[in-house]
T-cell receptor
Framework: DTAVSQTPKYLVTQMGNDKSIKCEQNLGHDTMYWYKQDSKKFLKIMFSYNNKELIINETVPNRFSPKSPDKAHLNLHINSLELGDSAVYFC???????????FGPGTRLTVL | ELKVEQNPLFLSMQEGKNYTIYCNYSTTSDRLYWYRQDPGKSLESLFVLLSNGAVKQEGRLMASLDTKARLSTLHITAAVHDLSATYFCAVHPSGTYKYIFGTGTRLKVLA
């Protein structure tokens, strides 16, 4: 049973394109997150939703837009992709209030 | 600015040796997490430390937390090759929803 799943696992695309990454969790958690891990392995939070409500919106370009249709799903849409967007994007989920997070397998995005 | 710093950033050690990874943080946090990441893989939760003085052990790894010093340690005993990975600490600053991750420590255990 996959706890936190992401699709696609790999995404290769041209600059200027628009792409989406999907995330689903079956752990019954209320809170979901998107992280970006750069080439130096630094992990930075981008967004978080708690029960479909946006609670964290870090200083990321507004080309990135998260959407949570329900508390088990959190998607990330990226417009006008740039070279600097190349990274691994991780989805995670947890119970609210600082409980441990469970991470998805990651989506490696390469922008050419 | 909230900072979580780990040292060392890179660690190459012989099998059978002991070593400690340090995690310092600059904000008030009563929870600290340790994760492991293998190359090309996701993050796996190792320990959740919930209070000052907390100590947890799993196999050759032992983690501790000193909230007054804002310091956590991950001690490796008698390292084996399978422990080679990148280890991250993370804090949950009090009163926020955020998790702030450390810079990571890339551990390589040489046979």
């Amino acid at each position: 049973d996959t706890a936190v799943s992401q699709t696609p696992k790999y995404l290769v695309t041209q600059m200027g394109n628009d792409k989406s990454i999907k995330c689903e969790q079956n752990l019954g958690h209320d809170t979901m997150y998107w992280y970006k891990q750069d080439s130096k392995k630094f992990l930075k939070i981008m967004f978080s939703y708690n029960n479909k409500e946006l609670i964290i919106n870090e200083t990321v370009p507004n080309r990135f837009s998260p959407k949570s249709p329900d508390k088990a799903h959190l998607n990330l849409h990226i417009n006008s992709l740039e070279l600097g967007d190349s990274a691994v994007y991780f989805c995670a989920s947890s119970h609210p209030g600082g409980h441990e997070q469970f991470f998805g397998p990651g989506t490696r995005l390469t922008v050419l | 600015e909230l900072k979580v710093e780990q040292n060392p950033l890179f660690l190459s050690m012989q099998e059978g040796k002991n070593y400690t990874i340090y995690c310092n943080y600059s904000t008030t946090s009563d929870r600290l997490y340790w994760y492991r990441q293998d190359p090309g893989k996701s993050l796996e939760s190792l320990f959740v430390l919930l209070s000052n003085g907390a100590v947890k052990q799993e196999g050759r790894l032992m983690a501790s937390l000193d909230t007054k010093a804002r310091l956590s340690t991950l001690h490796i005993t008698a390292a084996v090759h399978d422990l080679s990975a990148t280890y991250f600490c993370a804090v949950h600053p009090s009163g926020t929803y955020k998790y702030i991750f450390g810079t990571g420590t890339r551990l390589k255990v040489l046979a």
